[in-house]
Nanobody
Framework: QVQLVESGGGLVQAGGSLRLSCAAS????????MGWFRQAPGKARDFVAA????????YYTDSVKGRFTISRGNAKNTVLLQMDSLQPENTEVYFC???????????????????WGQGTQVTVSS
């Protein structure tokens, strides 16, 4: 039902910035949270950040605190991930995700999410 379409990935030099965007379509009501996971080739997907419906609460994995910022759009059908001070280790595929239900304590886990985007590649040159 819900489709998540990502954009904003690309190539950036170390120390640079990118802003990822995700637009949700097909939603007939509200949802609990949206967020981002990331995955390096041959590795498991890891939680990056999430934001609740109102945008009042955000959640980050420790490695991105202070560098990445997640936010919601006015229509609440979009989520942004501002990524600053990017380093080569941030070269991964980033996936937009949506959780229809809480609790918020579970948002770091893949099982919390009901919908996934196709992924957008972020490449940071060294």
């Amino acid at each position: 039902q819900v489709q998540l379409v990502e954009s904003g990935g690309g190539l950036v030099q170390a120390g640079g910035s990118l802003r990822l965007s995700c637009a949700a379509s097909g939603r007939t009501g509200t949802t609990f949270a949206m967020g981002w996971f990331r995955q390096a080739p041959g590795k498991a997907r890891d939680f990056v950040a999430a934001v609740n419906w109102s945008g009042s609460s955000t959640y980050y994995t420790d490695s991105v605190k202070g560098r990445f910022t997640i936010s919601r759009g006015n229509a609440k059908n979009t989520v942004l991930l501002q990524m600053d001070s990017l380093q080569p280790e941030n070269t991964e595929v980033y996936f937009c995700v949506e959780a229809q239900w809480g609790p918020s304590e579970g948002l770091k886990y893949i099982r919390a999410y009901d919908y996934w985007g196709q992924g957008t590649q972020v490449t940071v040159s060294s």
